[in-house]
Nanobody, 127 residues
Framework: QVQIVESGGGLVQPGDSLRLSCVAS????????IGWFRQVPGKEREGVSC????????FYADSVKGRFTISRDNAKNTAYLQMNNLKPEDTAVYYC????????????????????WGQGTQVTVPS
């Protein structure tokens, strides 16, 4: 069956780094674009980054450009989100999501485009 597990969250200080992992099973991982989203209580879930299935094209929210890096290892069925220079405003639950097919600049943030979601991992950066 389909299973998606995120890990790597935690409590860190401003300026620190974390690497989130998303391990997926139950389908052909390389056929899926991988998105990372985050959500804080009372706010909508927002797109952070995405890596396309077709050619590993990457997309980033303006708020994380230059600080976060998304990558994938299809041999390990794993996607990563390297987060550097973390800020208090990065505090959120981070979710991994999979979308069958390639991603686009106009569509990668659209939640309903994604077929599968993980359970989320908490990242906390106190002010």
């Amino acid at each position: 069956q389909v299973q998606i597990v995120e890990s790597g969250g935690g409590l860190v200080q401003p300026g620190d780094s974390l690497r989130l992992s998303c391990v997926a099973s139950g389908f052909t991982f390389r056929d899926y674009s991988i998105g990372w989203f985050r959500q804080v209580p009372g706010k909508e879930r927002e797109g952070v980054s995405c890596i396309s299935s077709l050619d590993d094209t990457t997309f980033y929210a303006d708020s994380v450009k230059g600080r976060f890096t998304i990558s994938r290892d299809n041999a390990k069925n794993t996607a990563y989100l390297q987060m550097n220079n973390l800020k208090p405003e990065d505090t959120a639950v981070y979710y991994c999501a999979l979308d069958l097919g390639s991603a686009s600049g106009s569509g990668w943030r659209v939640l309903y485009e994604y077929d599968y979601w993980g359970q989320g991992t908490q990242v906390t950066v106190p002010s």
